[in-house]
């Protein structure tokens, strides 16, 4: 599965982005993804996960209750909305996809196809 990656930019705390992952490959359709991040100088981390069906989602502590993940399986893309942004969100945004396996993940060795990343600034 090759995977896209767009929508990132500079947004003012509190507000809005909106990131999307293309996917080419008919294994996007029985496969979990993800999304994780990396701020400069800091490794790599989990933000965001969605089963096959798009029916089960987790996200990291730090996002959970601003952040959605969801997936549209015609169009095979995958979304993360951000909500009430904040400057520790800056980072470069990955998307990630488990081939063939239906369960998302937190951990980023379980995924095998990732994006090239889109960048994220908060910022006032």
């Known amino acids: 599965v090759q995977l896209q990656a767009s929508g990132g930019g500079l947004v003012q705390p509190g507000g809005s982005l909106r990131l999307s992952c293309a996917a080419s490959g008919r294994a996007f359709d029985n496969s979990a993804s993800g999304w994780f991040r990396q701020a400069p100088g800091k490794e790599r981390e989990f933000v965001a996960t969605?089963?096959?069906?798009?029916?089960?989602?987790t996200y990291a502590d730090s996002v959970r209750g601003r952040f959605t993940i969801s997936r549209d399986g015609a169009k095979r893309t995958m979304y993360l909305q951000m909500n009430n942004l904040k400057p520790e969100d800056t980072a470069v945004y990955y998307c990630?996809?488990?081939?063939?396996?239906?369960?998302?993940?937190?951990?980023?060795?379980?995924?095998?196809?990732w994006g090239q990343g889109t960048l994220v600034t908060v910022s006032s």
């Open positions: 969605i089963n096959w069906r798009g029916v089960s989602t």
């Open positions: 990630a996809v488990r081939t063939n396996h239906y369960s998302g993940s937190s951990a980023a060795t379980d995924y095998d196809s």
